[in-house]
């Protein structure tokens, strides 16, 4: 019996690298990316790495068409694991005082509405048969508000906030959910935070600390440790203090 392996964002960066892990004799993966094409070059790679695999073209714009998508897949057959990676960011341009209205609507759907009500729908799904695992991919930048990328850290921190809660709610019914908090990774949307290259994380060794971390069944998974310890350090600091260093950060 295969083991069935939902993958939002598997076009690129992370998501792209989660599939490329599990990619193995007696999975079948599901695929699910904006960009057709990419989508495709990373499903080779899993087939040639042994993976049975599935992709679907989905913009998680649309709420309403992500939703049913779940409910169709999991029909079919029932999704052991999904892994929830798709999601969009932004910086605002030094010009800039404020992201613009649409760039805010447009991420509050990928990053927060969408995945929210996509884990929703299939841990009430895994609830009922008992058993599931949903890994959602959040951000560091959740912890702090940053006033160059507010639209970006306001969504990830609603993202977080609802995980959390799912994971509370649905973990009597036998249904694990962790939320990840990745600093930058090293891809060119991660290149382009105003953060040391030091603190880049390679894709790769990103999707190994999440699949270990989902099978031991954890709940929050932070990385690289650094970003814990700025967490700590952003509820510790006076609101004054707080507020010229995030405002220092703002890129030039």
């Not at 992709?55 to 079919?76: G, P, Q």
């Not at 609830?127 to 959602?136: D, S, Y």
């Not at 990830?156 to 995980?163: I, P, V």
């Amino acid at each position: 019996m295969l083991l069935r392996i939902l993958i939002t964002g598997a076009s690129s960066g992370l998501g792209a690298a989660i599939a490329r892990h599990y990619a193995a004799p007696g999975k079948m993966l599901l695929l699910w990316g904006r960009d057709s094409v990419r989508l495709e070059a990373v499903a080779n790679q899993c087939r040639t790495a042994g993976a049975t695999v599935s992709i679907r073209a989905l913009d998680l714009v649309d709420t309403a068409a992500a939703i049913a998508a779940i409910a169709d897949e999991d029909t079919a057959d029932a999704i052991d694991l999904a892994v929830l990676s798709a999601g969009i960011g932004d910086i605002q341009a030094s010009i800039d005082r404020v992201d613009p209205p649409d760039t805010i609507r447009i991420m509050g759907l990928v990053n927060f509405v969408t995945p929210s009500a996509m884990a929703a729908a299939l841990a009430d799904r895994m609830a009922i048969r008992g058993r599931g695992h949903i890994v959602v991919i959040g951000s560091a930048a959740a912890f702090h508000a940053l006033p160059f990328a507010a639209a970006y850290a306001g969504s990830k921190a609603g993202l977080a906030r609802f995980t959390e809660a799912l994971r509370i709610g649905v973990a009597p019914h036998g249904v694990n959910v962790l939320l990840v908090s990745p600093g930058p990774i090293d891809t060119p949307g991660g290149r382009a935070v105003p953060a040391p290259r030091a603190v880049l994380v390679q894709p790769s060794y990103v999707a190994a600390r999440i699949a270990r971390a989902s099978a031991a069944g954890r709940g929050h998974l932070i990385l690289p440790w650094p970003f814990a310890l700025l967490r700590a350090i952003d509820r510790l600091l006076p609101t004054a203090l707080r507020d010229r260093l995030l405002n220092s950060l703002r890129p030039r």
